[in-house]
Nanobody
Framework: QVQLVESGGGLVQPGGSLTLSCAASGSIFSIYNMDWYRQAPGKQREMVAGISSGGRATYADSVKGRFIISRISPKNTVTLQMTSLKFEDTAVYYC????????????????WGQGTQVTVDS
């Protein structure tokens, strides 16, 4: 019953900035990791950035220095601040989370959001 909802996608000019947000809700006991992936048409889905429950962040080489992932634990929310955007950043961006459900068995879960479109164009 854990769900993720992304928001913040849209059209932005090259060199511009955009911030994505992903909110988790439902029967959540804990969230271990929250990650951002992206997938461009005809290409494989790739990991962009991730952040652990302890706040450790990792980034793909292609976005280092340009993107910042942040986690707001009380709201079960992760954001992705994107700056200096390039044409090649155009993709559908997906949020991913894994952790333990707040059911009686504390079942582990892996859940994906529906995706939000980011288009970088002049």
């Amino acid at each position: 019953q854990v769900q993720l909802v992304e928001s913040g996608g849209g059209l932005v000019q090259p060199g511009g900035s955009l911030t994505l947000s992903c909110a988790a809700s439902g029967s959540i006991f804990s969230i271990y990791n929250m990650d951002w992936y992206r997938q461009a048409p005809g290409k494989q889905r790739e990991m962009v950035a991730g952040i652990s429950s302890g706040g450790r962040a990792t980034y793909a080489d292609s976005v280092k220095g340009r993107f910042i992932i942040s986690r707001i634990s009380p709201k079960n929310t992760v954001t992705l601040q994107m700056t200096s955007l390039k044409f090649e950043d155009t993709a559908v961006y997906y949020c991913n989370a894994d952790g333990l459900s707040a059911d009686h068995a504390f079942s582990p879960y892996v859940v994906w959001g529906q995706g939000t479109q980011v288009t970088v164009d002049s």
